[in-house]
């Protein structure tokens, strides 16, 4: 295709690097076991890896507490082995995008020690420390994400410090000019490693209201945090100037991307945060949010494209780490049929498809006992909420012990299904969901329609089935999907006869032409070209 722009048109694939491959033993996955793996994701066809946190970490919230911006942890390797992953996928058209987690370090970050050691250490005001009121109480009502207040008291300085997450999460005070200035380091350093992206965690929440001020009451929640309507402690207007920041570092690179995971924000506030001078893009999450309901995602996709305009660019996730698998929520039993639907979904919409490790094989969450249970908010809040373990559990590579996964016992256990549901059988089977994805992603990528294209939706088809135009320098491409259980009859109009198969789900004859009425079989994903 003409004018690839990776980012645009190309295809990310997220890694939770603790679960895809573990090369020495250690019961966690590392960066050689992707490296070696790196000829498995060039043949599925992405264009990039988003790895989750690999810096070094105490582990509180699994990478997403950073002890050094810098380095690599070494339970996932060296830097050599870094950069031999960089080198690596790029031979095979493969971009590296880290996952910078700038609004709080660890508790553990030597900036973070420096700053709680004393209230006149240099890194004093690194963070956000504030003195108790004359009753030793904190200056607002903020509260943390993952349960409690959001201050926590230090016994060492006498004084408060701001915490979204976990008290082990300090959020940074990005007022100060040199914190800013470290920030803008950051990206420097990894971009002159080669990196080609950013997945920026909670980019939204860096900035805090000046004058520190209580939020208002909301609804009622389950979780404290919900019961908030939060005005002052994200969304304020000084991220515009440090998002300038960041995407003038960025502009210095060749074809260097940031995505932005805005946190409980609105579609226009995550729309507003990208531009030629902001972001690339931000995560929409509305398909990993949607219920499946074809009526649902089409009005899912006309807010998206009435937000973003022609001019930003959408992403479209069904998954990711932090959220119940896709095959989970949508698969019926251990039928697949449903899960091609949601893949061809995702990957003909307007926008970047993000897809997550063991999605292309229908990986369901594995179920965790109390006792099982590692993520600390499934600890605190069980059973209400279980936690975010299940969606993480080691790739299954194929039947042999441990699911070729690495020969030490595993951080988190395998799915049982792993025998049965494994990357080596379904690269067996052409009728697999793995075997679809490739059958997809090799059709997006040579077809400038379905990449960059505009979008239609289609009117008047049968309830469950949800219908789209996408059309781009003369070629037209017809996406038609059944999320029901019956086969379902569609009328073409005279005006658009002359379509013919390109792609379906269910056995068809490629190029096979098809008169005014189509009849799709049950959860049947068609793509048609016309001829
Ligand atoms: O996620 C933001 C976040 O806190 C939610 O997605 C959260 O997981 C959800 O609300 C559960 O209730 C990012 C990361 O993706 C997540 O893994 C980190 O734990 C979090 O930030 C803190 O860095």
Redesign the pocket.
């Known amino acids: 295709m003409k004018n690839f722009l990776w980012w645009r048109d190309g295809v990310v694939y997220q890694i939770y690097p603790r679960s895809f491959a573990d090369s020495s033993g250690s019961g966690i996955g590392d960066l050689n076991g992707i490296t070696a793996h790196l000829d498995y994701l060039r043949d599925l066809g992405i264009d990039a890896l988003w790895l989750?946190p690999i810096n070094p970490s105490p582990d509180v919230?699994?990478?997403?507490?950073v002890s050094d911006y810098n380095g690599i942890d070494p339970k996932f390797g060296s830097m050599q082995d870094f950069e031999r992953l960089v080198a690596q996928a790029e031979k095979r058209g493969i971009r590296i995008v880290m996952?910078l987690?700038l609004?709080?370090t660890s508790d553990q970050h030597e900036w973070f020690r420096q700053s709680r050691s004393s209230r006149d250490n240099p890194y004093r005001d690194w963070y956000m420390w504030h003195d108790p009121d004359e009753h030793g109480k904190p200056p607002n009502n903020w509260l943390s994400?993952?349960g409690g207040k959001g201050w926590e008291w230090d016994e060492g300085t006498q004084a408060y410090y701001y915490h979204?997450?976990?008290k082990e999460?300090p959020d940074l005070n990005w007022r100060n000019p040199e914190v800013r200035a470290a920030m803008l380091d950051v990206f420097r350093f990894w971009a002159d490693k080669g990196v080609k992206g950013f997945r920026l965690?909670?980019f939204n929440v860096y900035f805090k209201d000046a004058q520190l001020r209580s939020n208002p009451f909301g609804e009622i929640a389950r979780?404290p945090f919900d019961s908030q309507k939060h005005l002052y402690d994200y969304d304020q207007p000084e991220l515009f100037g440090a998002l300038a920041d960041i995407r003038r570092v960025l502009d210095e690179y060749d074809e260097t991307y940031a995505v932005g995971?805005t946190?409980?924000s609105t579609p226009e506030k995550a729309a507003g945060y990208c531009g030629d001078d902001l972001l690339h893009a931000t995560f929409n999450f509305d398909l990993l949010e949607s219920r499946w309901n074809p009526g649902r995602y089409a009005r899912l996709i006309e807010s998206q494209y009435k937000t973003l305009g022609t001019h930003k660019w959408p992403t479209q996730v069904l998954n990711?780490?932090?959220?119940v698998r896709s095959a989970t929520r949508f698969g019926h039993g251990e039928d697949d049929e449903r899960l091609k639907v949601a893949a061809a979904l995702l990957l003909t919409l307007r926008g970047t498809p993000f897809l997550y490790y063991g999605e292309e094989i229908g990986m369901r969450d594995i179920r965790l006992k109390r006792g099982q249970i590692l993520d600390p908010?499934g600890k605190r809040y069980w059973p209400f909420?279980v936690g975010?373990d299940g969606c993480r559990a080691p790739m299954q590579w194929d039947a042999s012990a441990n699911a070729g996964f690495g020969d030490g016992q595993p951080w988190l256990p395998l799915n049982p299904d792993y025998t049965r549901r494994n990357v080596q059988n379904q690269s067996a089977d052409a009728k697999s969901l793995l075997n679809f994805y490739k059958r997809l992603l090799a059709l997006r990528r040579a077809s400038a329609a379905l990449t960059r294209g505009e979008l239609t939706l289609l009117e008047g088809l049968p309830r469950d089935v949800l219908g789209y135009l996408r059309s781009a320098e003369n070629e037209q491409m017809l996406v038609l999907l059944n999320f029901g259980d019956a086969n379902q009859v569609i009328h073409l109009q005279a005006s658009s006869l002359g379509w013919q198969v390109c792609l379906s789900s269910k056995p068809r004859i490629a190029a096979e032409h098809l008169a005014a009425n189509i009849t799709l079989a049950e959860s049947e994903a068609l793509i048609l070209t016309k001829a």
Do not use: A, K, L, P
């Open positions: 989750s919230d699994f990478g997403y507490d996952d987690v609004n709080h994400v993952f979204m997450f976990y999460q965690d909670v979780r995971e946190f409980f990711n780490h932090d959220t908010i909420f975010r």
